[in-house]
């Protein structure tokens, strides 16, 4: 077996708000819990104590009230535990929030410790499971927008068609929340701030911003984020209307019709005489 501690008595656990992600893939699908090759997150910070089983297709927590299941066999996915207060806390897999809950454990000087453990014990077939990194830390405010992807102002509507997420690049770690953003819109449908992400082999110091819709064509969408510079917080997107492509057949039809204007000025000359103003001489006999 192997694990990894990160407070184990008698060290502390470090102070909220507290995050932790850990990338994990087995060839084990649930139940097959003999096999031996699971994961687990034992997780007693504060006033929070909790657990979860991670198989190769699913995660589930202790009481199995809440899980994610039909993963893809044998693929990394990042669980993440957080807390803002060491009290209220979430569990989140690559994003998406399955379990949310209230700590009602011991003090937080009994016992503390976040353990992320495996079991190598693979007794049936050639099954394995494997990690690729345990990440943490703090979160952090005051942070400023460094830069946006893509940037803010105009989107060209072919490049950017159905647009419902963005990523900011702050100056230092940080996690913004739901409820640190708010949305304006010059008209239109107001698109709803769903998720705050980190992606995956991306810095802590982005942060991708997941809509419920993309952003409505022909309008500016607003987005400011909470505690920050009031004159770097925001990001505007305007999606243009796009003008409907001219086409090929189009244009040749145009240029046809050109032609032919020309041919019929230049035979209604021919048969109504010579241009004005030039003489001619009478044929003699």
Not at 65 to 78: I, K, R
Not at 81 to 98: H, K, M, P, V, W
Not at 103 to 132: H, I, R, T, V
Request: aromatic share 12%; with cysteine; charged share 15%.
């Amino acid at each position: 077996n192997y694990h990894y501690w990160i407070a184990q008595s008698p060290t502390p656990s470090p102070e909220p708000p507290f995050w932790v992600e850990w990338r994990f893939a087995s060839s084990s699908p649930i139940p097959n819990t003999q096999s031996g090759c699971n994961g687990s997150t034992h997780v007693r910070f504060w006033r929070i104590s909790t657990t979860t089983h991670l198989h190769g297709d699913a995660v589930v927590s202790a009481d199995g009230g809440s899980s994610v299941m039909e993963l893809q066999l044998e693929q990394f996915y990042t669980l993440r535990f957080e807390t803002l207060d060491g009290l209220s806390f979430s569990f989140a897999l690559d994003g998406d929030i399955f379990l949310t809950g209230v700590g009602q454990g011991a003090s937080p000087a009994q016992n503390p410790y976040l353990q992320f453990s495996g079991l190598g014990a693979c007794q049936f077939g050639k099954k394995w499971n494997k990690w690729d990194y345990i990440r943490f830390g703090r979160m952090t405010t005051g942070e400023t927008i460094l830069s946006a992807t893509p940037p803010g102002g105009f989107l060209h509507p072919e490049t950017y068609a159905g647009i419902d997420r963005f990523t900011i690049t702050f100056d230092q770690p940080a996690f913004v929340h739901i409820d640190d953003i708010a949305v304006t819109v010059s008209g239109g449908d107001m698109p709803v701030v769903t998720k705050t992400r980190r992606n995956d082999g991306h810095g802590p110091n982005q942060m991708e911003i997941v809509l419920d819709r993309p952003l409505t064509v022909g309008e500016t969408t607003t987005f400011t984020f909470a505690g920050l510079d009031p004159e770097a917080n925001t990001v505007a997107y305007t999606l243009a209307i796009q003008i409907p492509a001219t086409s090929h057949f189009v244009i040749l039809l145009g240029f046809l019709s050109l032609v032919l204007a020309a041919a019929w000025v230049h035979r209604h000359r021919t048969i109504t005489g010579t241009p004005a103003g030039r003489q001619t001489e009478t044929p003699r006999p």
